[in-house]
């Protein structure tokens, strides 16, 4: 079965700064790679597929890149609106697994 | 617009069954891949199963093989998992998604239903 490891697990940062969360996947999964934004409460939401592409209307702020085994999310210039946890989601074949989510909170 | 509606979630006694179903609407609901994906309280995502837009081919978690089963009515634009044996474990809230197409990243989500498995 393909392992996702994601980190950290929670991150705290200022309102304007960038973050990164990384994803690693063992083994190979090309670049069959998702993330999704939960929001307390709410629903999972598509970021990013592919690996690299944005989904529609997710803010251009959110970006994603990588190939393989080492994939990133970046979110640029952070909003209070961007507090959520955020999943990554192998779908190179089953199991599709997500990683454990990153916590991401505004100081 | 795409919607879609999970009902059939209860508490139920460990070894119990339970069938969830999936109501979509607002997309060609027999061109695409489904899925289900569930949330303990208070954990993360776990991915459960897939079913191909024909229905013939499934997928499931190492955690669920051979208790559940997934399955389609695309004449009545409904997805459906039969679950069986329950455990304490199987407790979390289960929601339906839609693959996009070419892949099994999922774009729309339904809101979710309740499995509780307690005595």
């Known amino acids: 079965d393909i392992q996702m490891t994601q980190s950290p697990s929670s991150l705290s940062a200022s309102v304007g700064d960038r973050v990164t969360i990384t994803c690693r996947a063992s083994?190979?999964?090309?670049?069959?790679l998702a993330w999704y934004q939960q929001k307390p409460g709410k629903v999972p939401k598509l970021l990013i597929y592919?690996?690299?592409t944005l989904q529609s209307g997710v803010p251009s702020r959110f970006s994603g890149s990588g190939s393989g085994t080492y994939f990133t999310l970046a979110i640029s210039n952070l909003q209070p609106e961007d507090v959520a946890t955020y999943y990554c989601?192998?779908?190179?074949?089953?199991?599709?697994?997500f990683g454990g989510g990153t916590k991401v909170e505004i100081k | 617009e795409v919607q879609l509606v999970e009902s059939g979630g209860d508490l139920i006694e460990p070894g119990g069954s339970l069938k969830l179903s999936c109501t979509a609407s607002?997309?060609?609901?027999?061109?695409?891949?489904m899925g289900w994906v569930r949330q303990a309280p208070g954990k993360g995502l776990e991915w459960v199963s897939d079913?191909?837009?024909?229905?013939?081919?499934?997928y499931y978690a190492d955690s669920v093989k051979g208790r559940f089963a997934i399955s389609r009515d695309n004449s009545k634009n409904k997805l459906y998992l039969q679950m069986n044996n329950l455990r304490a474990e199987d407790t979390a809230v289960y929601y339906c998604?839609?693959?996009?197409?070419?892949?099994?990243?999922?774009?729309?989500w339904g809101q979710g239903t309740l499995v509780t498995v307690s005595s």
């Open positions: 592919s690996a690299s």
């Open positions: 989601q192998n779908y190179n074949r089953a199991p599709l697994t």
């Open positions: 607002g997309f060609t609901f027999s061109t695409f891949t």
């Open positions: 079913i191909n837009n024909s229905g013939g081919n499934t």
């Open positions: 083994p190979d999964i090309s670049d069959y």
């Open positions: 998604a839609k693959a996009k197409s070419g892949g099994s990243s999922y774009d729309y």
